[in-house]
């Protein structure tokens, strides 16, 4: 089993910059972020994949969030530019075995999550 730790998220104006931080007890093969609105469904932000380093975004953060890790310290970190309103949510540290996803139900372990509010 392994625990996901997340840290970082608070309350931004719009514009401005967050990061997020995720700490892994164990290996997964892909490591990454989803995120929860009020009344909507948890969806794909972005994700690393270990053995190769390949990351990949969700269209609507793409070129604004940058998604890294550090392999020896089991962790990956999410920073986020130029923040919308529209990115407010709860965010998830993802884990899966398999070497991409950006389905929620393909999901293996999940962080607590972390709330980032961005205001107009």
């Known amino acids: 089993q392994v625990q996901l730790v997340e840290s970082g998220g608070g309350l931004v104006q719009a514009g401005a910059s967050l990061s997020l931080s995720c700490a892994a007890s164990?290996?997964?093969?892909?490591l990454g972020w989803f995120r929860q609105a009020p009344g909507k469904q948890r969806e794909f932000v972005a994700f690393?994949?270990?053995?190769?380093?390949?990351?990949y975004y969700a269209e609507a953060v793409r070129g604004r969030f940058t998604v890294s890790g550090n392999n020896a310290r089991n962790a990956v970190y999410l920073q986020m530019n130029v923040l919308k309103p529209e990115d407010t949510a709860v965010y998830y540290c993802?884990?899966?075995?398999?070497?991409?996803?950006?389905?929620?139900?393909?999901?293996?372990?999940w962080g607590q999550g972390t709330q980032v509010t961005v205001s107009s």
């Open positions: 993802a884990g899966t075995t398999r070497t991409s996803t950006t389905r929620a139900s393909e999901v293996d372990y």
């Open positions: 690393i994949r270990w053995i190769d380093g390949t990351t």
């Open positions: 164990g290996r997964t093969l892909t």
